[in-house]
């Protein structure tokens, strides 16, 4: 009996102490449960696995990288390789007309297949690498034809992306900056318009190995709306495609990004043709200002003539040294003419007028040299001129001889009154056609000014009309 109570005890005491280490356990995990809620994860009835601490199989190891020569292209042997591209034009930086290039910055993207990289998946789920992988396997050897500098990105890391397809698929995608030369025709700047033209080509690989295209035609270009540029007008980017020989390699599938600037004509209104124009202004005022100011002329003409020279050299320096005419040359030089021509203006008349003053001195000291004495009866020696004007001294003694009270003189004297009349009327036509003569030369000095003020004016609106119906 004893043995049997002591039994019964020792197991409802086991019993008690296993039912308190439950009751322990459950409030245990409920108050986990609690927690883990506070701190937002769900409540399920399910275990949460924590993936980082579980085994994966290395990407080498699924891609089988290890198991193949990926020095080769796909299909090596076979046929070309088609290789799709699409351009997403993030910015266009600048435009140089003194190197004549562009600079562009792109998100460049190629796709084909290659099924040496073909996995296994269930959920048909494509993987992305990035740039550690592209070292490892084969990519498209894609450049830019005619480019100067080019760079990938590389801030934070190397902006590449790889993402590969279960069935083989691959995208490669890249950040790239790239300047390339543009021939541009300035023959009508500032009125211009320029295509410049970005190519991409294979390297190494013919069309017999790889197959360059536009992935989805026209679509494979894709530009920011908010592309702008100070000097141009973005009018259009397009694509196209052709094949590319060379004598030594044969021929390449070439890709062309093909965009059309057109300039911005304000600037060089402001900067070139408004300064321009208003000196040939400037220049003819100096048609209303006296012929005899010769400080005020001269020192007018020569600034207009040196601030057009400095406007030229201006517009030449951020140009480049080409061989031919350009629109705004024509329009400055013709400006310079002008300008200068009313310097030369001023010295034709300055000239004449020099010319018309000298002979007026000579023919006034040939007069006075030619002065004739007369006595005429009178009882002291008067001066009588060539042109007939007689001095008061003359004129008073002679106002009392007339014809009825004057004695009677000597039979030589009417003689020779008569003479001396006679080469006082010769000296007298004489000197009326000098006057005449420098009359006619002092109107031609004036009528140069005069006309000057109308022929300018009408002549540079007349070649203003010309230019801009031409070039705009």
């Avoid at 973005?234 to 590319?244: G, N």
């Avoid at 003409?301 to 040294?321: D, E, H, K, Q």
């Avoid at 000098?434 to 004016?457: G, V």
């Amino acid at each position: 009996m004893p043995y049997y109570i002591k039994f019964l005890f020792l197991l409802f005491c086991l019993i008690h102490i296993g039912e308190c280490r439950k009751h322990k356990s459950r409030k245990r995990r409920w108050s986990g449960a609690v927690e883990s809620h506070k701190h937002g994860a769900p409540l399920t009835g399910k275990k949460i696995v924590d993936n980082t601490k579980s085994r994966k199989v290395k990407t080498d190891h699924l891609l089988r990288v290890d198991d193949h020569d990926f020095t080769m292209r796909p299909a090596f042997a076979g046929p070309a390789v088609p290789v799709g591209v699409d351009v997403q034009v993030e910015s266009l930086d600048s435009i140089s007309e003194v190197d004549m290039d562009f600079t562009m910055t792109l998100y460049l993207r190629h796709y084909w297949k290659d099924e040496r990289l073909s996995f296994p998946s269930t959920t048909n789920k494509s993987m992305t690498f990035d740039g550690r992988l592209v070292k490892k396997i084969w990519v498209p050897d894609v450049f830019f034809v005619h480019s100067k500098r080019s760079f990938i990105h590389d801030t934070t890391t190397e902006n590449i992306m790889l993402r590969v397809y279960p069935d083989g698929h691959v995208l490669y995608s890249l950040r790239v900056t790239v300047t390339a030369a543009c021939n541009m025709d300035f023959s009508r700047f500032p009125l211009d318009s320029q295509t410049c033209t970005l190519e991409l080509e294979s390297y190494a690989y013919t069309d017999e190995d790889l197959m360059l295209y536009w992935k989805s035609g026209d679509e494979s270009l894709s530009t920011d709306d908010r592309i702008s540029l100070s000097q141009f007008l973005i009018q259009k980017f397009h694509t196209t495609s052709r094949l590319a020989f060379y004598s030594s390699t044969g021929w390449y599938n070439r890709l062309y990004i093909n965009f059309t600037l057109r300039r911005h004509i304000f600037f060089f209104l402001l900067q070139t043709y408004f300064p321009a124009t208003l000196m040939v202004m400037l220049s003819w005022v100096s048609f209303w200002i006296d012929r005899r100011a010769v400080p005020a002329r001269v020192s007018l003409g020569i600034t207009t003539v040196l601030t057009m020279s400095t406007i030229i050299t201006g517009v030449n320096a951020s140009m480049p040294r080409v061989s031919y005419i350009k629109a705004v040359d024509i329009y400055l030089w013709v400006s310079f003419v002008f300008v200068f021509l009313s310097v030369l203006e001023y010295a034709a008349v300055n000239y004449l007028t020099t010319v018309r003053d000298g002979k007026d001195r000579k023919l006034r000291e040939k007069a006075r040299e030619q002065s004739l004495p007369c006595t005429c009866g009178m009882s002291h020696a008067g001066t009588m001129l060539v042109d007939g004007t007689y001095s008061e001294a003359d004129t008073n003694s002679l106002a009392g001889y007339t014809r009825a009270s004057a004695p009677e003189d000597p039979p030589e004297k009417p003689e020779r009154m008569v003479v001396h009349l006679t080469l006082d009327n010769e000296s007298t036509g004489t000197k009326k056609k000098a006057r005449f003569r420098s009359f006619s030369l002092m109107q031609n000095t004036h009528a140069i000014d005069t006309y000057s003020r109308m022929i300018f004016p009408g002549s540079y609106i007349i070649f203003n009309l010309i230019y801009w119906s031409v070039y705009c």
